[in-house]
Nanobody, 115 residues
């Protein structure tokens, strides 16, 4: 199993920045894919950004060029740097991991962007 602990959500004004962190309970090199999804009220959960164990990243179309996913292997942590936030980015952000053919989710962290 993998436990995922998220942090870094909050309230920010439009145009501002936030950084989310997701710490895994085991080496992220053993995790096939790890990253973030988000879900806004009344909408389906959508891809934000993910990274493979080999280091390849994939971003959702709505966040490309604004968000950056990175990882600290020593801390077993991935980071989502979110810049140029707008109210449409308001959602609960969930850390996600694919490990040993199973899917794991964090508890979610709220990001609210005020206009």
């Amino acid at each position: 199993q993998v436990q995922l602990v998220e942090s870094g959500g909050g309230l920010v004004q439009a145009g501002g920045s936030l950084r989310l962190s997701c710490a895994a309970s085991l080496s992220i090199f053993r995790i096939t894919v790890m990253g973030w999804y988000r879900q806004a009220p009344g909408k389906q959960r959508e891809l934000v950004a993910v990274i493979t164990s080999g280091g390849r990243t994939n971003y959702g179309d709505s966040v490309k060029d604004r968000f950056t996913l990175s990882r600290d292997n020593a801390k077993n942590t991935v980071y989502l740097q979110m810049n140029s936030l707008n109210p449409e980015d308001t959602a609960v952000y969930y850390c996600n991991a694919v490990y040993s053919s199973s899917l794991y989710w964090g508890q979610g962290t709220q990001v609210t962007v005020s206009s």
